[in-house]
């Protein structure tokens, strides 16, 4: 039998919501799974309290919050190609003289200016690159959209360098965050999110369980990736408490 459950981590963009549209029944399904197991912040927060979650802030661990850590602790000072709406979440960051840049998902900045100044940082100033994530796509209401890893690689490539991942799939995102919920046991952790190679087998790569979701940006075939597939985020909460994870 399978180990208990006392963690889960849960991707919120195409498990819990789709923009401002919750799941159906993923609401009721969270406050199952609560009492079961043990954009900015505060943008993403009011998000979920917009789609009636009943959710508190500090229950959110974003690769955001992994990125500033990472910036404070190398004493980077950054060229940030982010949403506006998400630079909240560095205030206080210093920014003159830039040694590195930090690329996350801003498609109004993915622009020939935004993309040359940081490749010019990279390659003539020997500027980092920390890529938030490298997701290759994400589902909005109107269809699949390209992702911050499509420009992430360009960089790298025209650059010849490598970029520093501080969101998912990098097993230290998972690390952070299940330290900041007082959990350090993977075994006992599971991930559910509908992208199959960064939530799940990311997850399982750290030595997670994973349940991929079908909905958000999940495809047909993706679920012959990885042995744990639920309709949806109810369904994995269902798997989760009849211990079949």
């Known amino acids: 039998m399978s180990r208990k459950i ?47 979650f009943a959710i508190e802030k500090d229950e959110i661990f974003t690769s955001l919050s992994a990125a500033r850590d990472l910036i404070t602790k190398q004493q980077y000072r950054p060229f940030f190609i982010l949403d506006d709406k998400a630079m909240e979440d560095f205030e206080g960051i210093p920014t003159e003289d830039p040694n590195a840049v ?18 010019r940082l990279i390659k003539e100033k020997n500027a980092a690159l920390i890529a938030i994530h490298k997701a290759k796509y994400y589902q909005k209401k109107d269809g699949l959209h390209v992702g911050p890893g499509f420009y992430a690689a360009g960089l790298e490539a025209v650059a010849n360098v490598e970029a520093k991942v501080v969101g998912k799939p990098n097993k230290l995102f998972f690390q952070m965050a299940l330290e900041s919920l007082g959990n350090v046991d993977f075994s006992s952790a599971v ?6 190679d960064d939530d799940v087998i990311g997850a399982i790569s750290a030595g997670m369980h994973g349940i991929l979701v079908k909905t958000g940006k999940f495809r047909s075939g993706d679920e012959r990736k990885v042995q744990n597939v639920a309709e949806s985020f109810v369904e994995a909460v269902d798997m989760i408490i009849e211990n079949k994870v």
Do not use: W
């Open 191 to 196: 991930m559910i999110g509908d992208d199959v």
């Open 6 to 52: 006392k963690t889960a981590l849960i991707d919120l963009s195409g498990t819990l919501h789709i923009e401002d549209l919750a799941i159906p029944g993923a609401q009721a399904a969270l406050e199952k799974l609560r009492k079961h197991v043990a954009e900015s912040k505060n943008l993403l927060h009011q998000r979920l309290r917009d789609c009636g």
């Open 102 to 119: 930090v690329l996350g998902l801003a498609p109004e900045k993915f622009t020939e200016e935004y993309m040359n100044r940081a490749f």
